[in-house]
């Protein structure tokens, strides 16, 4: 029998449709992030950014995404191991630390709304960075990103 490519190939051997079909459209990397300079450690916040359509987890602009948000990051096999701050349920973050994809992930359920229906998501639960001041992002961290149960595996 054979195994699903996530399963049988690393990340660097993935083709491009294999690579983004990995993405399960949680929106979660789309967050603002503040990294505590003494501790390193990253809180997020529930300001996305101005190109992520917050009701759908859809990036409005994927294709030059980069070119209009400097600071986006484009993942690679090369650039993974440098993001630790990308969620931990995250399939490409899942995957690179030797962890089999989730139940709830798309490739998995065979269904893109399981990734919602599971509280993965982002989906609702976010505002878009134009509409919040600057000065106050710090202000809207967030503790709702923890793993719903049973979502670990």
Known sequence: MNKPFWESKSLS??????????????????LHKLENEDTHEVHYTDVACRLLQ????RCTHYA??????PDCIALTPNNLENL?????????RRI?????????????SGNPESVHRAGISVRGRCVSE???????IQERVIHWLRLPRNTSK
């Open 84 to 92: 630790k701050w990308m969620p931990i349920t995250c399939a490409y």
């Open 64 to 69: 030059t995404r980069l070119k209009l948000v």
């Open 96 to 108: 690179s630390e030797g962890r089999s994809l989730a139940k709830w992930h798309p490739l998995i």
């Open 54 to 57: 917050v009701n759908d987890c």
């Open 13 to 30: 051997q993935m083709n491009p449709s294999e690579w983004e079909s990995l993405c399960d459209r949680c929106g979660r990397c789309c």
């Open 130 to 136: 134009s509409s919040v001041k600057k000065e106050d």
